[in-house]
């Protein structure tokens, strides 16, 4: 889900994925860290008004894997039909 989120926009902050998503803080952090461990996810951590911001992009690499579980995805789809 996260991926695809990423796949619709530039960039998206924690507060919006947090959102679209309905994941807790946590377990948000825990799937990007994931994400960004794989080289799905660029992670930008910088400071607004001395508030903390976090900006997430999907990376090329995040969108040829997402294009490749959404061929697969394709594929079983029509083995079912």
Do not use: C, W
Request: charged share 25%.
């Amino acid at each position: 889900m996260i991926l695809a989120i990423l796949s619709g926009v530039e960039e998206a902050d924690f507060v919006f994925l947090l959102d679209q998503t309905g994941l807790t803080r946590g377990n948000l952090s825990s799937h990007v860290r994931r994400l960004e461990d794989v080289g799905y996810v660029a992670v930008e951590k910088t400071f607004v008004d001395r508030i903390p911001r976090t900006v997430y992009r999907l990376t090329l690499s995040g969108r040829e894997g997402l294009a490749r579980y959404r061929e697969r995805l394709a594929a079983v789809m029509r083995t079912l039909t």
